[in-house]
């Protein structure tokens, strides 16, 4: 039989036409009932598995910004040369090191 190629944004599948119906045929059987875990999973918490991972994500990103700008903030107290001014006192700051790493 002849090989029919469908696609969407995340989903590509390959079907084999096995023999042409008409339109007073029965219905047949198709062969897609898939018991995936993760199909399953996906069909019915994928939502809250997104917004999870956008909460994290934010929440990660938003203490990174901070600790770089804590460490950057205690070595101005501490007098050293500010970035800006060409100093790279803060490569020396665990703080700033742990807000690049998150």
Request: proline content about 2%; overall charge positive.
């Amino acid at each position: 039989g002849s090989l029919i190629t469908l696609s969407c944004l995340s989903h590509r599948v390959v079907c084999q036409v096995i023999s042409s119906a008409g339109p007073g045929d029965p219905a047949q059987d198709n062969g897609t009932s898939d018991s995936s875990w993760i199909t399953r999973l996906e069909n019915n918490y994928g939502f809250y598995i997104g917004l999870g991972l956008a909460v994290f994500s934010s929440f990660l990103i938003g203490s990174s910004v901070i600790l770089k700008k804590k460490g950057l903030l205690r070595l101005v107290e501490k007098g050293g040369t500010r970035a800006g001014d060409g100093g790279h006192g803060y490569l020396k700051d665990w703080l700033w090191w742990a807000g690049l790493l998150t």
